[in-house]
């Protein structure tokens, strides 16, 4: 059964600092692997999506990087902002289509 | 393009009665939508895998004659809370997949269920 989990849980950072979040899933045999922004109360906005095949994504101060093989992905935050303040989530789309996702990171980035 | 809408946005219900939740895929044709439930501070779980024209798939542990799931064309699916109890409330996201495996699912935006 594939499993996903995100570290840290939380994280609070000042304003303009440049941060990584983590997911690892146990299962690589995976379609793809996705991060979601989702805002209090809000649905999910996708940020990246990195195929299979794929090693990296970039999105303006996004950047997201995958290692299939040892079950890895970041999410590397340039300049943090306020505006940046959410909770982060990832997933892998697998076997069946399924979509699995992770605990999330709630990012509070402080002004 | 790509989009999927879900309706209500917010319903709150008294205990017993039944809710009917609606998710469309607006500019593209859905083979596969997909029900997840998310509960405060939680991350998504997903409930139920539904395919055009045939019964849904429930994951372990989701009561069938509870969440009555009905994808009665390939841009409409229905997520029906039958007797719904105060545990029941939480935010109900449905996502949409076009023909192939694989392919992205775009997220509707949720239905935030309330039973008193």
């Known amino acids: 059964k594939q499993e996903v989990t995100q570290i840290p849980a939380a994280l609070s950072v000042p304003e303009g600092e440049n941060l990584v979040l983590n997911c690892s899933f146990t299962d690589s045999a995976i379609y793809n692997l996705q991060w979601f922004r989702q805002d209090p109360g809000k649905g999910l906005t996708s940020l990246l999506l990195?195929?299979?095949?794929?090693r990296e994504q970039t999105s303006g101060r996004l950047n997201a990087s995958l290692d299939k093989s040892s079950g890895r992905s970041t999410l590397y935050i340039a300049a943090s902002q306020p505006g940046d303040s959410a909770t982060y989530l990832c997933?892998?789309?697998?076997?069946?289509?399924?979509?699995?996702f992770g605990g999330g990171t709630r990012l509070m980035v402080k002004p | 393009g790509a989009v999927v809408s879900q309706h209500p946005s917010r319903v709150i219900c008294k205990s017993g009665t039944s809710v009917k939740i609606e998710c469309r895929s607006l500019?593209?044709?859905?083979?596969?939508m997909f029900w997840y439930r998310q509960f405060p501070k939680q991350s998504l779980m997903l409930m139920a895998t539904?395919?055009?024209?045939?019964?849904?798939?429930?994951e372990q542990g989701v009561e069938k004659d509870k969440f009555l799931i009905n994808h009665a064309s390939l841009t409409l699916s229905t997520l029906t809370v039958t007797s719904a109890h105060p545990e029941d409330s939480s935010f109900y996201i449905c996502?949409?997949?076009?023909?192939?495996?694989?392919?992205?699912?775009?997220f509707g935006p949720g239905t935030r269920l309330t039973v008193l």
């Open positions: 539904s395919n055009e024209g045939s019964k849904a798939t429930y």
């Open positions: 997933a892998v789309q697998h076997a069946g289509n399924m979509l699995t």
């Open positions: 996502s949409a997949q076009k023909a192939s495996p694989g392919d992205t699912q775009y």
């Open positions: 500019d593209f044709q859905a083979t596969t």
């Open positions: 990195i195929q299979s095949s794929q």
